[in-house]
Structure formats: structure tokens, C-alpha cells
């Protein structure tokens, strides 16, 4: 959790989860496709992580580590992300994506037996309960769950958590925006939403579609972030849609009391157009909020 300076009504967030998707990392350091740089762009949302001097819960990574699931895309994962969360002093959540491989991602990355079996998990982050579910289907692109993960799903969620749940999974519920992405949904949705209605599920967090979008599912906000690797152009025709090298992010989640935000950050070190530097900070926090007012709101 971060310790920042507040002036407004509301307090400082009870928990911050910094949300990731889609690097699809390759061995060797390949380029994706032979033109993306995915290792350089995962460094590059890694260094604004931390430069942001936040003390995140944890770091949510939504599936889709590495593009072939190999064994060395992973150990690279490992070599860049784990020194980064030593130093903040936070969790990996690492959550399986279509274009993993299950059984290498167990033995490179989460230090398990191999196996085939669901990657499905829960953390704690101090009441606040973070459950991954895999909702990958071996050897296909599109997304499914199991009658056995769906009942572990319901036995988890039968006890509700102090701050509530919070849902984390490759394959988003929510419609896509580009049409031929609904052949690689989760297909059967109906049957999470039966688990998931009336429960602690506070929101869902996904990725699979390389770009940022908001929706709604079993009442419940549902946020995917953008991907790493590379995003989808929304601005052309919706059958034209197709990947672009811009607009990738990440997501930055607060969990309040009674409210969850998620704010979008975009990938790159740009040019600042103003500033408000930590002597203005010092200079507010010494004023009263009637001074404040003045100082800050008031149009000059």
C-alpha cells in the first residue's frame, strides 16, 4: 500500500494492486513477430512501476508471460520482474494466458511439478482475497472452465473475505470490440456468472485483448488492461482491427472501503508539460483547506 498526501474527502487507498497483461515474452529475447520489442517494453513499465515510489500489495499479471511458452521466455520473466518486486516489497500474482503452456509455466516460473492441472489460486493481501482462475484450455486460444473449477470457485467464495474478492483471469467476461475476437471468449460465461452473482467478488481484472476496456459482469466491474507486448489499433474499422506499436499499459488498482478505482498508465518516458514539485506539495500541506482552496482553486 502507498503512504501519499491527501486533500480531498477521500482517504488514502486501503490496498494497490499494480495490474499487468499480455508481455508474451520470447526466448533469447526474440522479437515478437520480428518486430516488437516485448522484453524492452516489459523493462520499460518495470522502470515506471518504480519510479513511481509505490508500495503496491501486488503485482497482477493477467496471463500470456511468455507468447510459446518456453522455458528460457519464462526465466527471463523471472530475471526482470522478481528484482523489481523484491525492492517494492510486494507479490507476483503470475496467472496463466492462452498462450502459455502449463506444464513449463509450473516448473520455470512457479517452482511446481509439472502437470497439466489448472493454475487456479488465492492470495491475501491483508483481508483483501485475490483469486486467479485459469480459464486457459490446453492446445486451443479461446477460454473455458471446468465443472471442478467452477465448484472450487464457489467453495472459496463461500466465505467472504474482510475486504472482499477480487477476481483475476486471462479471458475477460465482457463483449469485444472487434469481431472475430468472440471466437477466442470465454465461452459458456453464463455458468461463472450463476457462481459469482451475490457474492464478496468486488471486481474482476482480465487482459487477453491487447487493448483497455470496462464492463460489467454478474454486477460486478470488470477492468482489462492493455498488454505489454503490443495493442490493438481501435481507431480503424472495426473488421481492419489489428495490432499497433503504441498504446500499450498497464493499470493501477486502489481498493477503497467502499469503491475500487483502475487507472490506466501508458508505456513511455514522455516530455512533462507541467509540474508540481514536492515544495508545492510541502507549501499546500502547511495551509488549511479554506487556504488550500484559495491558493490552488480559484481562477486567477
Known amino acids: 500500500m502507498t503512504s501519499d498526501v491527501r486533500f480531498g474527502q477521500y482517504p488514502a487507498p486501503d490496498r494497490v494492486i499494480v495490474h499487468l497483461s499480455d508481455p508474451h515474452l520470447l526466448a533469447d529475447g526474440r522479437r515478437l513477430y520480428d518486430a516488437v520489442d516485448v522484453q524492452a517494453n516489459l523493462e520499460q513499465a518495470l522502470r515506471q512501476i518504480e519510479r513511481m515510489q509505490l508500495r503496491p500489495d501486488a503485482m497482477v499479471f493477467t496471463g500470456d508471460l511468455a507468447d510459446l511458452g518456453e522455458a528460457d521466455a519464462y526465466r527471463r520473466l523471472r ?54 482462475l485459469d480459464s486457459t484450455v490446453p492446445g486451443w486460444h479461446h477460454g473455458e472452465l471446468e465443472d471442478s473449477q467452477l465448484e472450487w470457485l464457489e467453495s472459496v467464495l463461500a466465505t467472504a473475505a ?18 472475430f475476437f468472440d471466437i477466442l471468449e470465454l465461452r459458456d460465461q453464463h455458468r461463472l456468472e450463476a457462481v459469482l452473482r451475490g457474492t464478496d467478488v468486488r471486481a474482476i481484472l482480465g487482459g487477453h485483448l491487447h487493448y483497455s476496456t470496462s464492463s460489467t459482469f454478474a454486477g460486478i466491474p470488470v477492468q482489462v488492461a492493455s498488454a505489454s507486448c503490443y495493442s490493438m489499433n481501435l481507431s480503424l474499422p472495426s ?3 489489428n495490432g499497433m506499436f503504441g498504446g500499450q499499459s498497464f493499470n493501477l488498482v486502489h481498493v477503497y472501503d467502499d469503491r475500487i478505482t483502475h487507472s490506466t498508465v501508458p508505456l513511455g518516458d514522455y516530455t512533462t508539460a507541467d509540474t ?22 480559484r481562477k486567477r
Do not use: C, K, Y
Not at 506444464?103 to 483483501?128: I, K, N
Not at 474482510?162 to 469481431?179: E, K, Q, R, T, W
Open 162 to 179: 474482510p475486504l472482499g474478492s477480487i477476481l483475476a483471469m486471462h479471458h475477460p467476461p465482457v463483449p469485444s470490440s472487434i469481431p
Open 276 to 297: 508540481f514539485s514536492a515544495a508545492f506539495v510541502d507549501r499546500m500541506a502547511a495551509l488549511s483547506p479554506a487556504e488550500r482552496l484559495e491558493a490552488f482553486s
Open 79 to 132: 530475471e526482470r520482474v522478481e528484482p523489481v518486486a523484491e525492492r517494492l516489497g510486494t507479490t507476483i500474482v503470475w496467472l496463466m494466458g492462452n498462450h502459455d503452456e502449463r506444464s513449463v509455466m509450473r516448473t520455470e516460473l512457479l517452482d511446481l511439478p509439472a502437470g497439466e492441472q489448472p493454475l487456479d489460486a488465492v492470495w491475501d493481501f491483508g483481508g483483501l482475497r485475490v483469486i486467479g
Open 239 to 241: 473488421v481492419e482491427v
